[in-house]
T-cell receptor, first 118, second 114 residues
């Protein structure tokens, strides 16, 4: 079974600075998807970024980028120029490429609470 | 982007009663819908997966008779918590998948059982 581990329960960053959130995962599959979701105090889950395992290029979405290390099974999220609105819980998630069995369920890590200091 | 709504956003019910939570995909047809439960300061725990017109697939440890899921159409899924008890108090989140990997989440429903 696949597992996702976020080893940082809480992180803090100064506004306008850069912060990196860590995520490791365990799988025997070669094809899969990885995601970072943001859950602000409203508790609405918001997709931040997605990475397909077969792509070597790291995904980027504006101020958000990932460092995907497939061999190391590592998927970290870098937030540049942090803003007050970035304060939230961040969840790393894994999804199998195939729908068989698991039906493509998202497997979440336990989350990292990010605080942004003004 | 695609929008998923949930209703109600907050419900308080008495112990022993049943409560229904609706999840709708507003501008797309969802091939699969998921129901999650989230305790305070914890991650999302998958409860069940449902496809339109077929029975839901429940995760291990989730009581099928207590958490009834009906996926009536490609845009509507309902979760009914039957004979609710205080330990069922939680935050319930639905999610709808369209296409191969796009998955959108509803805003969640806070259930309080007194």
């Amino acid at each position: 079974a696949q597992t996702v581990t976020q080893s940082q329960p809480e992180m803090s960053v100064q506004e306008a600075e850069t912060v990196t959130l860590s995520c490791t995962y365990d799988t025997s599959e070669s094809d899969y998807y990885l995601f970072w979701y943001k859950q602000p105090p409203s508790r609405q889950m918001i997709l931040v970024i997605r990475q397909e395992a077969y792509k070597q290029q790291n995904a980027t979405e504006n101020r958000f980028s990932v460092n995907f290390q497939k061999a190391a099974k590592s998927f970290s999220l870098k937030i540049s120029d942090s803003q007050l609105g970035d304060a939230a819980m961040y969840f790393c998630a894994y999804r199998s490429y195939e729908f068989r069995g698991s039906q493509g369920n998202l497997i979440f890590g336990k989350g990292t609470k990010l605080s942004v200091k003004p | 982007g695609a929008v998923v709504s949930q209703h109600p956003s907050w419900v308080i019910c008495k112990s022993g009663t049943s409560v229904k939570i609706e999840c709708r995909s507003l501008d797309f047809q969802a091939t699969t819908m998921f129901w999650y439960r989230q305790f305070p300061k914890q991650s999302l725990m998958l409860m069940a997966t449902s496809n339109e017109g077929s029975k839901a697939t429940y995760e291990q440890g989730v009581e099928k008779d207590k958490f009834l899921i009906n996926h009536a159409s490609l845009t509507l899924s309902t979760l009914t918590v039957t004979s609710a008890h205080p330990e069922d108090s939680s935050f319930y989140i639905c999610s709808a998948r369209v296409g191969y990997y796009e998955q959108y989440f509803g805003p969640g429903t806070r259930l309080t059982v007194t």
